[in-house]
């Protein structure tokens, strides 16, 4: 049997994240105290395993979370790791001049885990799940 909250959720009268009890400035504050500890989450994770990337000559796109094209201009092999999956672009809330970091499929894998949003390109292969193969894609 469905909890009132479920109900209420459900039909969008509240959202999800709604703790009971609780005032929209305390539910604000939560929130933002939570968004700023998965992204030093992130940013501690992905700090040491970012990969040093110079201008090369290969374009590649990839959105923002706010839907934005952007492109980094890179050389062949880290356009071969990103499309291959061996590497992904993960999201760097706190460095202005340029927010993103190339990183190996482990960061990745990491990063999802605490804050799928800030991965912003990652290829896996079909049924794969996070860094495990689904049992009817082995071959």
């Given at each position: ?101 190339v990183v190996p499929r482990a960061t990745a894998e990491k990063v999802l885990k605490i ?25």
């Amino acid at each position: 049997m469905q909890s009132l909250k479920d109900k209420l959720v459900q039909a969008g009268v509240i959202s999800a994240d709604r703790v009971a009890g609780e005032t929209e400035e305390q539910r604000s504050r939560r929130l933002n105290r939570e968004t700023a500890e998965r992204r030093a989450k992130v940013k501690a994770v992905v700090q040491g395993a970012a990969i040093e990337t110079t201008i090369g000559e290969h374009v590649f796109f990839f959105t923002t979370r706010s839907r934005k094209m952007r492109r980094l201009v890179i050389e062949a092999e880290i356009k071969a790791g990103l499309e291959e999956g061996r590497l992904a672009v993960v999201e760097l809330p706190d460095k202005p001049d340029f927010p993103w970091a190339v990183v190996p499929r482990a960061t990745a894998e990491k990063v999802l885990k605490i804050d799928p949003v800030a991965v912003r390109f990652y290829v896996r292969r079909k049924g794969e799940i996070f860094g495990a193969v689904a049992d009817d894609d082995v071959s």
